[in-house]
């Protein structure tokens, strides 16, 4: 009788796991960038998926997923498509974590900035508050 409640159930779970993955192949694409993937960038992820609401179990399901993804792509175009219309506060905790990933190896080279400008707009984030959570990352 209310099959049509779980099928709309079923619908939005797999609409949000679908974000999670696009969240997921941002961050991997900012920890590939530098041609340098560490376990440090992994750990920075994984807490950044449960921080965003991700259930600990399902984290390295959506990470390997998100891995192949990005690989298998070459812009990040097609990874904004559902982040870009998440709740402000959850775009900060992805563009705090990206800064997290790119300034994890101490250095900022030219393609990661060049990605986190490219962000700011695709995300339709303001740069000042981009800008504050690199200051952020910085100071710590």
């Avoid at 986190?116 to 508050?129: A, E, H, V």
Wanted: charged fraction near 35%; glycine fraction near 2%.
């Amino acid at each position: 009788m209310f099959d049509f409640l779980k099928k709309k159930n079923k619908e939005k779970q797999n609409s949000s796991d679908e974000t999670y993955v696009e969240v997921a192949c941002l961050l991997i694409h900012a920890s590939k960038i530098d041609q340098n993937y560490t376990q440090n960038e992994k750990e920075i992820i994984n807490k950044t998926l449960k921080s965003l609401g991700v259930e600990e179990n399902n984290v390295p399901k959506i990470v390997s997923e998100a891995e192949k993804l990005e690989a298998d792509s070459n812009q990040i175009l097609n990874f904004t498509r559902k982040v870009k219309d998440v709740e402000k506060e959850k775009k900060l905790i992805i563009i705090e974590a990206l800064w997290k990933i790119i300034y994890s190896d101490n250095n900022s080279d030219m393609y990661e900035s060049n990605l986190m400008r490219r962000l700011t707009g695709l995300l339709y984030l303001d740069p000042k508050d981009v800008g504050d959570l690199k200051k952020k990352i910085l100071n710590n």
